[in-house]
């Protein structure tokens, strides 16, 4: 047993590769050190989520289903019921790395249902980024890239031999491996003509490669030429100095905070990153960083809705149920992230891309269902005690501090309630407790 960690550090670490820690679990944490924490979240990784695994999935239809003659389905309507479970799959899962990495890799692959049209397609991506997401990154990449929902959204199930399709080849090097600037037009078109024959069987469900339809003549890819297929531009690609990189900062810009993949910071992580192209290894290589534990990542982003959603259920002692039927998916929606439905091939993004005026308003609204839904007796019994109930709170969400202007504004509302009885003063100061800039900032 090691020395010990602050539990303004187990709170960080527990905020960044899960979703929160409350109070209880944070004090025991805190008796080991940073190595022992960061190893017992990667060990998660290769542990059975008993809790996450309880959760009932909905009933989805498979595409050998619709095909039955006369069978009615709804398929928006299966796309809500899997997006509450995937909220509440992460609300109480035992392994919360997982499923945070499931979260970030849906981040560097998005797909939307809008496009793909079966919620049964968008389960079985989301499987994907569980089962495999702490593995090698080529692995997942060509395991997304054959995946039903991906060829629907990027059109691979399109990519011709006589007329490649290059969206999925493009977004490829852009979006998921290398960034911009790192590859040209001609190996794009290159790409392209691998994935040709790449294909949906609209009968089975699954992904099938058509040889028939197969351009097996030689290309010449990102300096390399051969008679390249799919796996092995997606090999060539991922094993490239620049998805090293690229791969490197987008994962420590979920995790930590923003950066390029020019950053010197890039560069040390990367070069543990490359040795096995394995997730796992980069995460533990991020969490275990001196800078992951520095002031600038401390303060360095703002929750995103769905950390934002998810962290404050865990924090409160509540799940999906708590909310009425609907609610947390259309909070989701008005956000702006709503799970399973990515605005387009970019994703989301980071910080000031949350912050708006209508979603400082869904914050507020947010905040005040759940202050209203949560059971605040611990509050409620320290009504006349302002000072008693602003330190509660923090204990409650995880907090070290308040910032004195934060502080300020507590105290003044506590006061201005102290005469009041009932939940409404615990009500009112855990509203505006989680839309404070201090509980907002991941």
């Not at 309880?54 to 899997?82: C, D, M, S």
Request: with cysteine; net charge negative; aromatic share 12%.
């Amino acid at each position: 047993m090691g020395s010990g960690t602050s539990p303004q550090l187990v709170s960080h670490l527990y905020r960044r590769a899960g979703f929160g820690a409350t109070p209880d679990q944070v004090a025991r944490l805190a008796k080991q050190s940073w190595p022992e924490l960061v190893e017992g979240l990667l060990a998660g990784l290769h542990e059975v989520d008993n809790a996450g695994s309880k959760v009932r999935l909905p009933h989805l239809t498979t595409i050998p289903q619709a095909n039955v003659p006369g069978y009615q389905w709804n398929g928006y309507e299966e796309f809500v019921n899997l997006v509450t479970w995937w909220l509440e799959r992460m609300v109480v899962s035992d392994t919360p790395l997982r499923e945070k990495l499931t979260l970030l890799l849906h981040c560097q692959f998005p797909t939307s249902w809008e496009k793909v049209g079966w919620a049964s397609l968008m389960h079985a991506q989301n499987q994907i980024f569980r089962t495999m997401g702490a593995g090698r990154f080529d692995t997942l990449t060509e395991a997304v890239a054959k995946d039903p929902s991906m060829l629907i959204w990027l059109d691979t199930g399109t990519d011709y031999k006589a007329d490649p399709n290059e969206n999925f080849a493009r977004e490829l090097m852009e979006r998921f491996t290398m960034g911009a600037g790192n590859y040209t037009e001609w190996d794009v078109r290159a790409a392209a003509e691998a994935f040709t024959g790449w294909q949906l069987d609209y009968t089975t469900g699954e992904f099938y490669a058509n040889r028939y339809d197969h351009d097996n003549g030689n290309k010449h890819f990102l300096g390399r030429t051969g008679r390249f297929d799919g796996e092995q531009v997606v090999q060539i690609a991922c094993n490239t100095a620049a998805s090293h990189r690229w791969v490197t900062a987008r994962m420590w810009s979920w995790l930590a905070y923003p950066i390029e993949p020019n950053n010197s910071i890039v560069a040390e992580v990367a070069a543990t990153y490359a040795k096995t192209l394995q997730i796992e290894d980069l995460v533990g290589a991020i969490l275990m960083h001196p800078a992951f534990r520095s002031p600038a990542a401390l303060g360095g982003l703002v929750k995103q809705p769905v950390e934002y959603v998810v962290g404050t259920l865990r924090l409160l002692g509540m799940n999906t149920a708590a909310a009425p039927s609907g609610d947390l998916f259309y909070t989701l929606s008005n956000f702006g992230q709503l799970l399973f439905a990515p605005p387009s091939v970019g994703g989301w993004g980071f910080n000031q891309y949350w912050l708006s005026t209508s979603n400082a308003n869904n914050f507020l609204g947010f905040a005040g269902g759940m202050s209203a839904y949560a059971d605040l007796t611990a509050l409620a019994d320290l009504n006349g005690n302002p000072s008693a109930q602003v330190k509660k709170m923090r204990e409650i969400l995880g907090l070290e501090t308040w910032s004195s202007r934060t502080y300020a504004a507590l105290m003044k509302l506590g006061t201005s309630l102290k005469s009041d009885s009932g939940t409404w003063p615990a009500q009112q100061l855990m509203t505006m407790a989680l839309v404070s800039p201090d509980y907002l900032l991941n």
